[in-house]
């Protein structure tokens, strides 16, 4: 699908979309509960509709109404042999753990650009818990045949958090009588570990964190049934926020400020380039000032790159950012999708080693972009042609179903000119 984005002035007020991080863990934590859980505001993004999918074919039973999903679990009971985590990165980084406490031989596949996004830890880590593991070159699918052993352990995490976050979850009820640790060397993506720590929680499995460096489960545990509300999305919000600050006006409510979500650092960023932002109670404002160029070091939330590129473009100067390197194996090779689209627009993006400099403050012209299929690639190029000089064409502008499905319509709701079939 193409999406045409004529030059507009935005105003007006949204509510946040649910965010995909939490539902993703909300599912596997009320999977790993024996009994009834009750996850409000679920949402309707891909990725929370294939942990969805997940957890039924993982034996749950599940009742969907448009506002909640019930989910009954008797434990990880999987009723097929192949376990479709559609393109969900932590989808399939977490619920990979998660079935490998099943006895059963499990093929988990994925679609997309997940299919070439490295896999190789469980290779490397699975087997010492006892867990056979096999991976075509280290990408999918991932073959396993549990059940998964809680032993202490040290792994890397460097590449991405998201190993971690499933071997928690696993842990929660693998993990037996005595001290078991999980020791994690150049964790990256910090905060996702909080919120799964805070979703561990919430569903009574508690992890002692030391230092992000070690993770300790003193004693056996049980996930208890719970009710929970899905948060406000900060990454999707971003975007939103940042079209606010380039091109008129917008409030966004539903943004929980004591969030564990990283990315209410776009907060920090918006506040450094001379936004104007209000922050009330679970409500944002922004509204257009001049803005210059900033400095963040992204590198814990590499999901904020694409709406920092897009309000870099509007700064004057040179915007620094750090963690570029973290970018290399998400939907896209997001650095370098970011430079390519941007340069149809006339804004040269520089990357040296780790740092990305956005080289910003000069006018955009009309393009035609490509989202590379990459959701956030979408959304950014969608914010940044508010303010070129005509239309835009977005191809393959339906990648923004993942996270955030909404995106189009809350975008023409705020005065966004969008066109689309
Ligand atoms: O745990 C999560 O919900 C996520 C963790 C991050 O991945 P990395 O830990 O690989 O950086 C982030 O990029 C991804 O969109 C969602
Ligand atoms: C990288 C992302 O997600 P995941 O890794 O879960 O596919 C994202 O949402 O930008």
């Avoid at 991932?142 to 032993?151: F, M, S, V, Y």
């Avoid at 406000?232 to 971003?238: I, L, T």
């Amino acid at each position: 699908m193409n999406v045409t984005i004529t030059p507009s002035s935005i105003k007006g007020k949204i509510a946040a979309s649910p965010s995909k991080s939490a539902m993703q863990r909300a599912v596997a934590a009320a999977m790993l509960a024996g009994g009834k859980s009750i996850i409000h505001n679920p949402g309707l993004s891909s990725d929370s509709l294939a942990a969805l999918d997940v957890a039924e074919k993982l034996g749950s039973a599940m009742r969907k109404f448009p506002d909640r999903v019930e989910i009954t679990s008797e434990g990880i009971v999987p009723l097929t042999e192949t376990i479709h985590c559609g393109e969900a990165g932590l989808g399939i980084r977490m619920f990979t753990p998660v079935a490998a406490l099943s006895n059963k031989a499990l093929t988990i596949v994925g679609e997309g650009s997940l299919a070439s996004r490295p896999m190789d830890f469980f290779e490397e880590i699975l087997p010492q818990l006892n867990v056979s593991c096999q991976t075509r070159g280290g990408k999918l699918p991932i073959r396993i045949q549990g059940p998964l052993q809680a032993k202490d352990i040290t792994i890397d995490g460097s590449l991405s958090s998201q190993f971690l976050t499933g071997l928690l979850m696993a842990y929660g009820v693998a993990a037996g009588d005595g001290k078991t640790t999980i020791t994690v060397r150049d964790l990256k993506s910090r905060p996702y570990i909080d919120l799964t720590l805070q979703l561990m929680a919430h569903f009574g499995v508690q992890v002692e964190n030391r230092n992000y460096e070690q993770f300790i489960f003193s004693g056996k545990q049980h996930y208890h049934p719970a009710e929970y509300t899905v948060e406000g999305d900060w990454s999707g919000a971003a975007f939103l926020l940042v079209a606010g600050a380039v091109a008129g006006d917008v409030e966004v409510s539903g943004l929980n400020p004591a969030s564990a979500q990283s990315d209410k650092a776009m907060l920090d960023a918006l506040h450094a380039a001379g936004a104007r932002v209000k922050e009330g109670d679970h409500t944002i404002t922004v509204s257009r000032d001049r803005l210059d160029a900033f400095e963040m070091d992204a590198t814990d939330c590499p999901d904020l790159f694409p709406p920092l590129v897009s309000l870099a473009a509007n700064c004057n100067g040179t915007t620094k950012l750090k963690g570029v390197s973290r970018l290399a194996h998400k939907e896209s090779n997001r650095g370098k999708t970011l430079q390519d689209e941007f340069a149809k627009l006339g804004i040269r993006i520089t990357l040296k080693g780790d740092e990305m400099e956005v080289h910003g403050g000069t006018q955009m012209s009309s393009a035609t972009l490509f989202s590379h299929n990459d959701h956030r690639i979408a959304m950014a190029c969608a914010v940044a042609a508010l303010n070129a000089d005509g239309a835009v064409v977005i191809e393959e502008a339906e990648a923004v179903n993942k996270s955030y499905p909404e995106f189009w319509q809350h975008l023409g709701a705020i005065g966004g000119m969008v066109d689309h079939p």
